[in-house]
């Protein structure tokens, strides 16, 4: 396999570590960015012992549009291009609290849908011009029908969803191959306040997941692959019943 | 819930907190404190009823490798397994392995576990270049042979009670291949085991016995090892776990009668003189079976494990004849010396001498009385009984067989503490 140079964004998420591990054992290229660059730099060399060809780091918060033209120049100076973009930051948020808040609502929508929107229109723009590329976005299963219980996350996640098909249908022709990927329950600390149950799976386990989706090119990948069955499910209760369930 | 291995029943931590960030300060808690690492250790000394547990498989990350030295700096929460699986197909080796490679390195410190090539190597914490420790007031300290010394020796099989080990530095040693040529010979009778012992211990790196304590003459297989160049059929291939792990059962897979079956087939099995292996089914025979602790039943079961001085090889066979008569045991039984390498740790397990390793079902009274008879006959003859692996011997015992306890207490963080120290050291 040619030497990977892959973006990471939202590189300190539990999903989006345990995944950069794979590609730095395979001798990748790794630009992180994220928030804190302490705790980049503390992943970052776990990378290089982990086998990384090289590892950049990038500070930047995600919904600060104005930083993605620098963030991204930074990361092809650093790596010569960019083959491989995984988009990984989000937040979980508090569904009650944000009932309550408007300001709170639109921030969320802000971080987990707007950000990622603007990061994907101008990495597709990039790899329309230079003809390739792999853009992999971190969904969710939330995404695929609203309940109470998350739908401000769910809201957010959808339309990503929709964007990035369109996207694909966009590129299809332009030999760029766009991603997304709609983990179920995954124990991180984004959710460590939850209870877990046979439902919840491991970060190691989702990113084996994701490497796989982007080394077969696929277009939508649930993980772990269960969801897609249940999610099928989900889609199709009659929305006459479907608002009477406590989900 | 978090558990120890033996899987017995144990009052559980008030609060779990899942640890991941070695900069982060402690959090600030009523109760003490104690790191879990995975769970490998067999009784009390990774549990903290009633008090709090920092689950420090978040702590994961290495730090930095020397490629031209094998110096290798890790955080607390990596695993050996995972030093392995990067550093193998490097050609770098664990200078020391416990029989699970699924500890983390912060445990296999805090207990300063053994492995099969004690008599050349001593024990991991031999190895150790340096570790950091936070203590509850905040410090951080460097500690090596050379710097905080004293903290160092005190922490080296410390059994977590220093304080956060952060980070640990180890020197992995270069090797020839991740092949193992095994030597294998049967004994019958102690006499046997010692002299073919002897002549596989001066002539091997690693050396081990699995011994049927169940049959009248004690007997078993001698497995002497040396990692080897990959063979002209190329490197025996790891073989791949079992797809499934038991399930909790009601009650205990291992009785006499399954022993008894299983030893007996595993003593007469074709055994051939020489063979190669992966390294892994050599050091981690039971690493394939996921949570095989589950095969004793929903009342778990015990461990014990001591060492002997090699003159009291008279009190081996005594201990021998006692745990036959019993008929408990189980068939994981481990034979092995231990060589003259000092560790460093103050309450290091290992001493020069014979060690000796069995399972056993958790049978209640019955199983607690034959551990209270053996106690005797290792403590009269100087030896002592492993802390990693216990979760019931005496206070008045493990104070009478650590002599350097007394030196140990005064390195104690005062906001540490565990199920063992509240057991054995108060």
């Not at chain 1, 995944?19 to 660059?37: D, N, P, Q, Y």
């Not at chain 1, 939330?142 to 339309?159: C, E, L, T, V």
């Not at chain 2, 808690?29 to 009390?44: K, V």
Request: charged share 20%; glycine share 10%; with cysteine.
């Amino acid at each position: 396999m040619a030497m990977q140079r892959i973006l990471i964004i939202g590189a300190s998420s539990a999903i989006a570590e345990a995944t950069a591990r794979i590609w730095a054992a395979r001798g990748a290229e790794l630009f992180l960015v994220g928030r804190r660059a302490d705790r980049l730099a503390v992943i970052a060399a776990d990378l290089r012992v982990r086998g990384a060809a090289s590892v950049g780091c990038h500070r930047l918060d995600a919904t600060d549009i104005d930083g993605h033209a620098a963030m991204l120049d930074a990361a092809i100076v650093a790596m010569g291009g960019i083959d491989i973009a995984l988009i990984a930051h989000g937040s979980l948020p508090d569904q009650k609290a944000c009932e309550a808040s408007v300001a709170m609502t639109l921030k969320e929508i802000d971080t987990n849908a707007l950000s990622v929107i603007a990061l994907a229109t101008r990495l597709a723009e990039l790899f329309e011009g230079q003809g390739s590329g792999m853009l992999a976005v971190i969904g969710s299963v939330a995404g695929d029908r609203g309940r109470q219980s998350n739908y401000i996350y769910g809201a957010a996640k959808g339309m990503i969803g929709i964007f990035l098909q369109g996207l694909r249908n966009r590129l299809a022709r332009r030999n760029v191959q766009v991603l997304t990927i709609k983990p179920g329950f995954v124990a991180t600390p984004m959710t460590a306040a939850f209870s877990k149950n046979a439902l919840w799976a491991r970060p190691e386990a989702i990113a084996r997941g994701i490497v796989r989706a982007v080394d077969k090119k696929s277009d939508v990948v649930y993980l772990p692959g269960f969801w897609c069955a249940v999610m099928l499910l989900i889609r199709h209760i009659p929305e006459r019943l479907f608002k009477r369930l406590a989900l | 819930m978090l558990s120890s291995w033996g899987q017995l029943p144990a009052a559980p931590a008030r609060d779990e907190r899942w640890w991941a960030d070695r900069a982060a300060a402690l959090p600030e808690t009523g109760s003490t404190l104690l790191a879990y690492g995975n769970g490998r250790s067999y009784g009390d000394v990774c549990l903290n009823g009633g008090a709090m547990l920092l689950h420090t498989r978040g702590m994961d990350r290495f730090i930095a490798f020397d490629p031209a030295s094998g110096v290798l700096r890790c955080e607390a929460g990596v695993l050996l397994s995972e030093i392995l699986e990067v550093f193998v197909p490097l050609g770098w080796f664990l200078p020391v392995t416990p029989g699970t490679r699924y500890v983390t390195i912060g445990g296999a410190v805090a207990n300063d576990v053994h492995g099969k090539n004690h008599h050349r190597a001593g024990s991991f914490g031999c190895h150790v270049r340096c570790l950091e420790l936070l203590r509850s007031d905040g410090s951080r300290r460097l500690c090596s042979p050379q710097e905080n010394s004293d903290w160092f020796a005190a922490t080296i099989g410390g059994l977590g009670l220093t304080g956060l080990i952060t980070w640990v530095e180890i020197e992995l040693k270069p090797m020839a291949g991740s092949a193992i040529a095994v030597e294998n010979a049967r004994f019958n009778g102690l006499d046997e085991f010692f002299a073919i012992n002897a002549s596989a211990e001066a002539g091997h790196e690693y050396t081990v016995a699995w011994i049927d304590c169940l049959a009248a003459t004690p007997r078993g297989i001698l497995m002497a090892g040396d990692h080897a160049a990959p063979g002209e059929a190329g490197c025996p291939r790891a073989p791949s776990p079992l797809p499934l792990a038991p399930p909790r059962l009601p009650v205990s897979l291992i009785n006499e009668l399954s022993l008894r079956a299983f030893n007996q087939l595993y003593y007469h099995r074709r055994l051939p003189a020489n063979s190669r292996m992966h390294y892994a089914p050599y050091f981690y025979p039971l690493d394939s079976i996921a949570h095989w602790n589950r095969l004793y039943g929903r009342r778990g079961f015990f461990q014990y494990q001591f060492v002997l001085p090699l003159a009291e090889r008279a009190a081996l066979t005594e201990i021998l004849r006692d745990i036959a008569a019993s008929g408990q045991g189980s068939f994981l039984a481990v034979l092995k010396t231990f060589g003259a390498v000092r560790s460093p740790g103050l309450l290091s397990f290992p001493m020069p001498g014979v060690t000796l390793a069995l399972d056993f079902p958790n049978h209640g009274r019955a199983t607690l009385a034959l551990f209270d008879r053996l106690d005797a006959i290792v403590g009269a003859a100087g030896g002592r009984v492993y802390a990693a692996k216990d979760a019931r011997m005496s206070g008045e015992f493990f104070r009478r067989s650590n002599p350097r306890l007394d030196e140990f207490t005064p390195y104690i963080d005062p906001k540490f503490s565990s199920d063992f120290a509240r057991r054995v050291m108060l």
